[in-house]
């Protein structure tokens, strides 16, 4: 390996080199306890600095010095292509070293924020991004940064060949040592035994990979909670919100059924409908596929029973631009209503049924009911005489309001909510079921397809993951974020269900297959970076224990306050840091 110039100190970004103004002088409450200003939506970052500046073997090679000059300088590699030239490295580093100089109470990375924007263009700008991915980019980018080896070898990758797992996971590891050393790898880095097996001829591949941490998936992932408001038929009470869960790929059907149970009623007598704009944008049919319904789509569940057809009965307000034509539209608000009618169906069995399900929020005297188009927003005729028979072309019905008067728009949107709403519809899961669900075969699917060298085809194959050793510092990242199709594009959602994690003692040994690494596979919680909300308006924070004195602090960007431990199921759990029991070694 070639020998390297020692850069100088003033290269390094340290406090000392480089004070920034921008940082808040005080004493914080325990050494490296800062907060971290928001730069503009750089909530992700600051919490996954926290997660990261906790993690004290690499916080603690950052704040060493040797003969006079931070060590780190003296590992920073310049010529790697697959770095950033150190330019990374030398600001983490001087992130480190104000964030535990016990000078501020709150710092600013700004400039830390500049080398990962040149680093990764991703993360440039000043939108919301995933605290996972940034963990990924900076912790490739310091062990690329700081890398020992300067001249990489050609190294081609170990394919099994009928040898025992051991020896290829032993020669798999040196060959990897052969192009990569770093702080990096000496602490956070372990191996996986991936096993690809080719569906049509049953050919097997074996491999043995680095990583630094594990992305595991939630079981039942393909679960789907959906909320909806249901209306009982022709019930002056309140609606009823509830929240169930059911496969993605089940159908309307399915999740019909599943609301009826919830609320003790029949499912073939519901109509599941998208209410959007103050009336029914869309009536989903039986068939239709729950994976199609879109996030952001508010689902009511109106109750009908038995019927021919049904009608909406909408809300709306004579435009204030009305022409004495009357064709002028009407403004649209509170919930829409759907009811049942037959041929025999009488306007006034219509008008008793319509007081009768409005009655709690508004006074029959404040409206009129009027035939309206089918989008309900133009007045059409009025509603014949009550012994007349409802006319079969109606299929739309406004209450035209004169004034707000007679409208108690509060009881309008109230609903009660069930049992099912208080947990948000979340399950409990262990994280001994993520690693258990991690290690599953799964077959590939028509976009990732894996080539047989013995078919000499792409293929469906099924591949397996496997632990085969941990390294000290452990990072478990739980995918609550996942890809959902849509009908006409794939969306993002969150899951919000708890996962049962240990604070102390994590027991990794049943997971790992290396004989030698599960002796050492018991660890402790040290950190967590926390996600809340949703998609759109998320926030994240962190919480992580000072090594020092055991105590536990919460960071919400530059606020930092004591924490009382860490709930061992938050469902704002996302990246969870665990370093080795005391006394143990790999």
Request: charge should be neutral.
């Given at each position: 390996?070639?020998?390297?110039?020692?850069?100088?100190?003033?290269?390094?970004?340290?406090?000392?080199?480089?004070?920034?103004?921008?940082?808040?002088?005080?004493?914080?409450?325990?050494?490296?306890?800062?907060?971290?200003?928001?730069?503009?939506?750089?909530?992700?970052m600051?919490s996954m600095?926290?997660?990261?500046?906790?993690?004290?073997?690499?916080?603690?090679?950052?704040?060493?010095?040797?003969?006079?000059?931070?060590?780190?300088?003296?590992?920073?590699?310049e010529?790697?292509?697959?770095?950033?030239?150190?330019?990374l490295?030398?600001?983490?580093?001087?992130?480190?070293?104000?964030?535990?100089?016990?000078?501020?109470?709150?710092?600013?990375?700004?400039?830390?924020?500049?080398?990962?924007?040149?680093?990764?263009?991703?993360?440039?700008?000043?939108?919301q991004?995933?605290?996972?991915?940034?963990?990924?980019?900076?912790?490739?980018?310091?062990?690329?940064?700081?890398?020992?080896?300067?001249?990489?070898?050609?190294?081609?990758?170990?394919?099994?060949?009928?040898?025992?797992d051991?020896?290829?996971?032993?020669?798999?590891?040196?060959?990897?040592?052969?192009?990569?050393?770093?702080?990096?790898?000496?602490?956070?880095?372990?191996?996986?035994?991936?096993?690809?097996?080719?569906?049509?001829?049953?050919?097997?591949?074996?491999?043995?990979?680095?990583?630094?941490?594990?992305?595991?998936?939630?079981?039942?992932?393909?679960?789907r909670?959906?909320?909806?408001?249901?209306?009982?038929?022709?019930?002056?009470?309140?609606?009823?919100?509830?929240?169930?869960?059911?496969?993605?790929?089940?159908?309307?059907?399915?999740?019909?059924?599943?609301?009826?149970?919830?609320?003790?009623?029949?499912?073939?007598?519901?109509?599941?409908?998208?209410?959007?704009?103050?009336?029914?944008?869309?009536?989903?049919?039986?068939?239709?596929?729950v994976?199609?319904?879109?996030?952001?789509?508010?689902?009511?569940?109106?109750?009908?029973?038995?019927?021919?057809?049904?009608?909406?009965?909408?809300?709306?307000?004579?435009?204030?631009?009305?022409?004495?034509?009357r064709?002028?539209?009407?403004?649209?608000?509170?919930?829409?209503?759907?009811?049942?009618?037959?041929?025999?169906?009488?306007?006034?069995?219509?008008?008793?049924?319509?007081?009768?399900?409005?009655?709690?929020?508004?006074?029959?005297?404040?409206?009129?009911?009027?035939?309206?188009?089918?989008?309900?927003?133009?007045?059409?005729?009025?509603?014949?005489?009550?012994?007349?028979?409802?006319?079969?072309?109606?299929?739309?019905?406004?209450?035209?309001?004169?004034?707000?008067?007679?409208?108690?728009?509060?009881?309008?949107?109230?609903?009660?909510?069930?049992?099912?709403?208080?947990?948000?519809?979340?399950?409990?899961?262990k994280?001994?079921?993520?690693?258990?669900?991690?290690?599953?075969?799964?077959?590939?699917?028509?976009?990732?397809?894996?080539?047989?060298?013995?078919?000499?085809?792409?293929?469906?194959?099924?591949?397996?993951l496997?632990?085969?050793?941990?390294?000290?510092?452990?990072?478990?990242?739980?995918?609550?974020?996942?890809?959902?199709?849509?009908?006409?594009?794939?969306?993002?959602?969150?899951?919000?269900?708890?996962?049962?994690?240990?604070?102390?003692?994590?027991?990794?040994?049943?997971?790992?297959?290396?004989?030698?690494?599960?002796?050492?596979?018991?660890?402790?919680?040290?950190?967590?970076?926390?996600?809340?909300?949703?998609?759109?308006?998320?926030?994240?924070?962190?919480?992580?224990?000072?090594?020092?004195?055991?105590?536990?602090?919460?960071?919400?960007?530059?606020?930092?306050?004591?924490?009382?431990?860490?709930?061992?199921?938050?469902?704002?759990?996302?990246?969870?840091?665990?370093?080795?029991?005391?006394?143990?070694?790999?």
């Amino acid at each position: 390996k070639a020998e390297r110039d020692p850069k100088p100190f003033a290269r390094s970004y340290s406090s000392s080199a480089r004070p920034s103004r921008s940082h808040v002088r005080g004493q914080p409450p325990a050494r490296g306890a800062v907060g971290l200003q928001n730069l503009g939506n750089t909530c992700f970052m600051n919490s996954m600095l926290q997660c990261l500046s906790h993690t004290r073997p690499l916080t603690d090679y950052f704040l060493r010095d040797e003969e006079g000059e931070p060590f780190y300088v003296r590992q920073i590699n310049e010529k790697n292509p697959l770095g950033s030239g150190g330019d990374l490295a030398r600001a983490y580093a001087g992130f480190i070293r104000d964030a535990w100089s016990g000078s501020y109470s709150t710092v600013t990375p700004s400039a830390l924020k500049r080398a990962v924007s040149g680093w990764k263009s991703q993360f440039s700008g000043y939108q919301q991004q995933d605290s996972q991915e940034l963990m990924m980019a900076l912790l490739d980018g310091l062990h690329e940064g700081l890398n020992e080896i300067i001249q990489k070898p050609y190294v081609e990758q170990l394919e099994s060949k009928g040898e025992p797992d051991h020896e290829l996971a032993k020669e798999s590891w040196r060959r990897f040592g052969l192009r990569n050393k770093s702080v990096v790898m000496d602490h956070c880095m372990g191996q996986l035994k991936s096993h690809i097996t080719c569906d049509k001829c049953g050919h097997e591949s074996i491999l043995f990979d680095p990583y630094n941490h594990i992305s595991l998936p939630l079981p039942a992932a393909g679960a789907r909670r959906v909320t909806c408001t249901l209306f009982k038929k022709h019930s002056s009470s309140r609606p009823l919100k509830v929240i169930v869960a059911v496969q993605a790929k089940d159908t309307v059907g399915a999740l019909k059924q599943a609301l009826a149970k919830v609320a003790s009623l029949d499912g073939s007598a519901l109509d599941l409908c998208d209410v959007w704009g103050h009336r029914v944008y869309r009536t989903f049919s039986d068939n239709f596929s729950v994976e199609h319904i879109k996030a952001n789509d508010e689902l009511v569940a109106f109750e009908l029973g038995e019927r021919e057809r049904a009608i909406d009965v909408l809300c709306g307000r004579v435009s204030r631009y009305a022409s004495v034509d009357r064709q002028s539209p009407y403004e649209l608000f509170g919930r829409p209503l759907r009811i049942a009618v037959t041929s025999s169906t009488t306007c006034g069995e219509v008008r008793n049924v319509v007081k009768q399900c409005t009655k709690r929020f508004c006074d029959e005297a404040s409206y009129v009911l009027r035939i309206s188009t089918a989008a309900g927003t133009r007045f059409e005729s009025d509603l014949p005489s009550d012994d007349q028979l409802l006319p079969k072309e109606v299929a739309t019905l406004t209450l035209e309001f004169k004034s707000d008067e007679g409208f108690d728009e509060d009881e309008s949107d109230r609903v009660e909510e069930h049992a099912s709403c208080l947990e948000n519809g979340h399950r409990d899961i262990k994280l001994e079921d993520c690693f258990r669900k991690f290690a599953e075969k799964e077959q590939l699917g028509e976009t990732e397809m894996w080539y047989c060298g013995k078919c000499k085809e792409h293929q469906r194959a099924y591949k397996k993951l496997d632990l085969w050793s941990a390294p000290e510092i452990l990072i478990l990242h739980l995918k609550r974020f996942q890809y959902a199709q849509n009908t006409y594009f794939v969306h993002r959602q969150k899951l919000d269900d708890r996962v049962a994690f240990p604070v102390e003692n994590l027991d990794l040994s049943p997971h790992v297959l290396d004989p030698e690494s599960r002796r050492s596979a018991q660890y402790d919680l040290y950190a967590v970076s926390e996600h809340s909300g949703g998609l759109g308006g998320g926030h994240y924070t962190a919480t992580a224990k000072d090594d020092n004195t055991g105590v536990w602090y919460h960071y919400n960007d530059s606020v930092v306050s004591r924490a009382d431990g860490v709930q061992e199921s938050d469902p704002k759990a996302y990246v969870l840091f665990y370093k080795r029991r005391p006394g143990k070694s790999s």
